[in-house]
Nanobody, 121 residues
């Protein structure tokens, strides 16, 4: 079993910055793609950013140029640096990872519990 734990959320003023972390632990042989999603009240969950095992990244148009996704494979940890935050970025941010428990196992999809990000003055 694998656990994903997010941290770094909180309340920030418009224009401010936050850095989220997602730490994976448990039965991990390798972590393939990792992603950040968010869900605002009354809205569907949306993909914010993703990063694969070799560091290739993709971003939602709404966050390009403001958010940066990264990962530290040695620590099984993914990050999301969020700059120039605005009220529309307010949401619960969750991490997602595709993890192989061994060389012979197929990747399984895991989710963290989410962390609240609130942008307000």
């Amino acid at each position: 079993q694998v656990q994903l734990v997010e941290s770094g959320g909180g309340l920030v003023q418009p224009g401010g910055s936050l850095k989220l972390s997602c730490a994976a632990s448990g039965s991990i042989f390798s972590i393939l793609a990792m992603n950040w999603y968010r869900q605002a009240p009354g809205k569907q969950r949306e993909l914010v950013a993703g990063i694969n095992s070799v560091g290739s990244t993709n971003y939602a148009d709404s966050v390009k140029g403001r958010f940066t996704i990264s990962r530290d494979n040695a620590k099984n940890t993914m990050y999301l640096q969020m700059n120039s935050l605005n009220a529309e970025d307010t949401a619960v941010y969750s991490c997602n990872a595709f993890v192989r428990a061994s060389h012979w196992d197929a990747p399984k999809n895991y989710w963290g519990q989410g962390t609240q990000v609130t942008v307000s003055s």
